[in-house]
């Protein structure tokens, strides 16, 4: 069992500095990038979810991006009107490293990487030392993936697990529980999604066990947007409050129709449960933005009737 634990929290460390690694390849300055856009958000509030979408997509990090959010409210640079549309943004920007670890590239690895590490010591100049790094990246937490599938292999020989897991298709109150255990404890979503990935190549969990982990999983990645709104105002307050607040309605709405969810999904791609995993997350998401973008105000509005 130890054996399998430090495998695991290895996979987990590489697959993490590749996502660094990735996002640190690409120079973007949040507190910059949100500013310039800003006054053209507060006219096309639409916009908003556009923007929260992009920055996450590069930071591979919605929790980032709220607690960036969180405190563009706290200093009344943003309104809570605009901050709910660009964290409904980075909900659906966050489901692009699902995507991406969903591809098999793994036979290409090792020339991606020669050809990087080659490309880094030529010397060609900045732009191309920083494409350098973000395909090292990218092989890296390809990398993390596949030890994390190997990692979990033994696990097939203990039966508490296995049945855990089984029950989750009974019962998935539980799986929903474990998601948002999963992603409060290493606050990170696109890290517990591809742990998920992992699992489900290893034979352990299919597209209808899967679903109640996500919707889980959005809820748990709230805790970092919470802590971070402790020390501000109230309107920071609120917008922590909204980020949970939408993640439970979405995880409430589409809880009737997960089995729905689910033969989507596998319609889409019915030979691979990384994919059907990967654009399940992506639908939800997408979903949960159109359902709810024309409540925006309603909701801001009741944030202001129980934040006080």
Known sequence: MTYIFIN??????????????????????????????????????????????????????????????????????????????????????????SQLVSFNIYTYIPYIIFCSILIYYLKLGSLFEKISKFFIGLCLLFMGMHLMCYSLLPLKNLMAFSDLLKSVAQSPNKGILIGALTTAIIQSSSTSIAMLQSLSVTGFVNISQAIPIIIG??????????????????????????????????????????????????????????????????LFNIFFVILFFPFIKPIVSLSKKIIK
């Open 217 to 282: 999983q959005n809820i748990g990645t709230c805790v970092t947007t919470l802590f971070s709104s402790i020390v501000t105002n109230i309107d920071g307050k609120r917008t922590a409050f909204i980020h949970i607040l939408l993640n439970i309605l979405g995880t409430l709405t589409i809880y009737p129709f997960i089995n729905t969810l689910a033969t989507v999904s596998i319609k889409l791609s019915p030979d691979n449960v990384v994919r059907q995993i990967a654009h399940a997350h992506t």
């Open 8 to 97: 695991f929290i290895i996979s987990i460390f590489v697959f993490f500095f590749g996502m660094i690694l990735m996002t640190k390849s690409i120079i973007l300055d949040r507190e910059k990038f949100f500013q310039k856009p800003l006054k053209i958000i507060k006219k096309h509030p639409s916009l908003g979810v556009l923007l929260g979408l992009i920055v996450t997509m590069f930071t591979q990090s919605s929790s980032a991006t709220s607690v960036l959010v969180v405190s563009f409210v706290n200093g009344n640079i943003l309104g809570l009107y605009e901050a709910t549309a660009i964290i409904m943004g980075a909900n659906i920007g966050t489901t692009f490293t």
